[in-house]
């Protein structure tokens, strides 16, 4: 598949990669300050769970929230992030 029919067989589900991408950076941004003046920095694994839920997040908000993946994909990345 090219490159164009992913980026539109995508947009069907995932919306915007623009907006998708505003939402996420928001999210993470947040989630960046609140963090800050920890004592103890959370593990990268978390924090990499933390990100990708928060692209999940932007997705759903941007594209198609019914989309059963978006929604065990935060379950997956919060499992994995418990887990680190």
């Not at 990499?48 to 065990?72: N, S």
């Amino acid at each position: 598949m090219d490159a164009s029919r992913l980026i539109a067989e995508r947009e069907k589900t995932h919306g915007s990669f623009a907006v998708q991408a505003r939402v996420a950076q928001l999210i993470k941004a947040a989630i960046r300050e609140g963090l800050e003046g920890r004592e103890v920095e959370l593990p990268a694994a978390q924090q990499e769970a933390l990100d990708l839920i928060a692209t999940k997040m932007g997705r759903i908000v941007a594209g198609d929230a019914g989309f059963k993946d978006h929604w065990d994909d935060i379950q997956g990345y919060a499992r994995l992030g418990r887990g680190a």
